[in-house]
């Protein structure tokens, strides 16, 4: 296999930055090892290491280093050959088993099966291999994978351990004397049934050199230094959402209280919490000083590494808020800084800013972002359950931030509520800072402003405005026919254009994410166009329940046929997979996020693709979600950080911008198209469109994708006070709004009973309803006729994405 130099460069950028996106969770001093040589490998991993999750979260990549390539390449002798092939034999045979459920659960269920098994994932079997094995080191690789489509069950296998994996990972604890178990995983196992375990390892999914990262760490060759994104913990500790499975509606009872502000508000006890990540190395670290310069507040800290190798580390500052009109939790993470590698015995002062403003709590009753008069405490440590307090910032009275309006709806309940807490010793000599209205502005939205049209399209006719607002489509065609250029007439394998089809008007391209470019590896042009070579870019988790007639048509929407005629040339198209979204967040490294947005702009640039339909930034509301792989933390300023940093990376390559999605509240994948969540306008600023507007007013991203879920009862693509007021008026964000694939096939009945929402989307500000086809082009015009959609707002929609084009196109 012979790489280009691009690939080359690239995987290699990557493979020297992937231990800061693992964690090291319990270490007793026996790794790193000294050398290769005998290792007892055993688990699912071990050959069918994950690289990354389903859907649209597979990258085409070049090649893929499992974890026993990783091993053999780097000198270790397998000692256990036999037990990985009597492994194959049993997941094989679980794997039959399980299409054969799937296929008859569809039937059952009068579904079609791909449809109803799209991410799901087959639970690890159970089986009886003896665990046979030389040399006194062993590792034990755990693996997982999800996608789009499902949500993970909570049962044995999947979030839960099967018994076999149980049994022998503490049977491997008890008999090897240097025992890892490795979590190749893009999601929470619970890791109750097996804490005695004296050294794990998340590894995640960090794309196609998973393999590769784990022996660099097994040799010390990298040391882990990411920190969780999530917390981990015994499944029944979570806040309870007890209708997670249901099919229609879900409530998000529980409010601000996600994640870590959970588990610390309400006193629960997490097996490894956010924030938490052990190294090889040691470290220290103590407060340098707190500064304020009027509400923009100062910490730092003195990092001193205390062991015998290099390491990094973080430091995290969080603020516990006063309750008196609004209850709080008991913290907020509010900034957050790594080290440079330091030596054994090297310091470093890091510094962490952060504006008190930006952590003001949303009354509904005001509508307004409200800071309550009383004492601020600033924590400072190293994870969410291991914070002092470092300072007292005293607010002399309340203070309003922002006058906003409440634009999400009514959820039909009222959220949890914590008990006031800051009971706490604070220590006398402690900093204190007094800080007053003064201090602060109380910022005033327009949400009236005035949008541009431009001349030309003021010049074109209404049906042609209307075509900018579809997607790339042809007209002249209707059904699926007409969404066939959608599926890369520009580039192969592309998921989506804008229209081609008004005159001198440049296009838009754009390609799946998230971890990477997903387009065809290979491919030829004739004089019918461009065509993909073998599967043609469907995804490799489809196949097992695609008909083969299914198969035929699907190729020949992505632009396959019969295959190339003698000498014709087939170019490539290799993209590479970075770590995935949650193994990126847990680097708590911005500059490695916009490292790898690099890596990926780069490859937009040489490939022609203009937007990349990622990063995702949903919340990790429950363990559960099928697609948390994709999105970074439960925290948003992790969330919104990192979404920033990766578009920052990828925008600095002329012609190329981000997609951030899903906007908002998708946070299961359970009906995704139909589901109804039920959130507070205040939990809904605070947690789930927080990261987004950070990210916006960070790295302003050429686009944002809406999610397919209902807020409230209205969805989310045709949700004006979301995407106008919220989204424009409040963040201030500049770029276009675009649909999720395959809307109007899925549109929610119980709403509207209607086929398309092309008009709604339009009229909501919307600029482009994806992928678009005849039937939604022929629906906006009829909206325009019936006065659903004004033709100025078309107009206005065509102007923001003529304008995106040209910025990216005629670069």
Known sequence: MELMEYEKKHTEAVKGSLAECTVLLKKDGKFP?????????????????????????????????????????????????????????????AKTDFIKRMKAEAKANHQNVMVYAMGKSMPEPNYQIPLEGQGDVAIYVLSRISGEGNDRPVEEGEIKLSATEKRDILALNEKYDKFM?????????????????????????????????????????????????????????????????????????????????????????????????????????????????????TVRAQVTNTGQRAGKQVVQVYVSAPSVKLDKAYQDLCGFAKTKELASGESQEVAITFALSDFASYDEASASYILEAGNYIVRMGVSSQDTAPVALLRLQEDVTTLVAKNVLGDPGFTDLRAEAGQTENIPADICVITLSADDFTTEQVDYQPKYEILPEVEALSIDEAALMNIGGHDPNKGGLASIIGSAGSQVCGAAGETTTHVKDFPSLVMADGPAGLRLA???????????????????????????????????????????????????????????????????????????????????????????????????????????????????????????????????????????????????????????????????????????????????????????????????????????????????????????????????????????????????????????????????????????????????????????????????
């Open 33 to 93: 090892l000294e050398a290769a040589g005998k290792i007892a490998a055993f688990g699912s991993g071990v050959r069918l290491t994950v690289k990354g999750g389903t859907g649209s979260g597979e990258v085409n990549s070049h090649y893929s280093v499992n974890i026993e390539e990783g091993l053999e390449q780097a000198g270790f002798e397998i000692t256990t050959k036999a037990w990985l092939d009597a492994y194959d034999a049993k997941r094989a045979e």
């Open 181 to 297: 178990l490795v979590l190749n995983v893009g999601g929470v196992v619970d890791l109750s049934d097996v804490t005695e375990v004296k050294n794990i390892l998340v590894l995640s999914q960090l794309g196609v050199d998973t393999g590769t990262a784990l022996v660099d760490i097994l040799l010390g060759r990298q040391n882990p230094s990411g920190k969780l994104a999530t917390t981990w913990a015994a499944w029944d500790q979570y806040a309870p959402m007890d209708d997670f499975e249901d099919i229609n509606d879900t409530r998000y009872q529980e409010g601000i209280y996600v994640g870590y502000r959970y588990f610390d508000s309400f006193h629960k006890k997490a097996l490894f919490p956010f924030g938490y990540g052990l190294s090889y190395t040691e470290f220290a670290h103590k407060l340098s000083g707190v500064s304020a310069d009027g509400e923009k507040i």
């Open 521 to 811: 590896r290979e491919y030829y042009r004739d004089e019918k166009g461009l065509h993909a070579v073998g599967q043609a870019g469907i995804p490799e988790s489809f196949m097992d329940y695609m008909p083969k007639p299914m198969l035929f048509f699907s190729k020949l929407i992505m632009g396959g046929n019969k295959g190339p005629k003698a000498g014709t040339e087939v170019k490539t198209q290799y993209c590479t997979a970075i770590p995935i979204g949650t193994a990126i967040a847990q680097s708590f490294n911005t500059d490695l996020a916009e490292k790898y947005g690099d890596i990926v702009g780069y490859e937009m640039e040489m490939f022609g693709v203009h937007l990349w339909l990622a990063p995702a930034l949903n919340i990790h509301r429950s363990i559960r979600c099928g697609r948390n792989f994709e999105y970074y933390s439960e925290d948003p300023l992790v969330s919104g950080l990192m979404a920033a940093g990766i578009t920052n990376g990828v925008q600095k390559h002329p012609g190329c911008g981000t997609t951030i999605k899903h906007y908002a509240a998708n946070n299961k994948e359970l009906n995704r198209y139909a589901n109804n969540s039920h959130v507070s306008e205040r939990a809904m600023r605070e947690i789930y469109t927080k990261g987004f507007g950070i990210c916006v007013k960070k790295s302003q991203p050429h686009a944002v994708m809406t999610s397919y879920n209902l807020l409230n009862g209205v969805h989310t693509a045709e949700n004006r006070g979301l995407i106008e007021d919220i989204l424009r008026c409040e963040y201030g964000y500049e770029g276009i709004v675009m649909t999720d694939w395959v809307v109007p096939m899925t549109a929610d009945k119980r709403s509207a009973n209607r086929n398309s929402l092309a008009r709604f989307v339009a009229a909501a500000g919307g600029d482009l309803f994806m992928p678009g086809g005849k039937s939604d082009y022929e629906d906006l015009k009829k909206g325009i006729q019936e006065g659903d959609v004004s033709e100025e707002q078309v107009r206005i929609n065509a102007t923001r994405v003529l304008k995106m084009a040209r910025k990216l196109v005629e670069k």
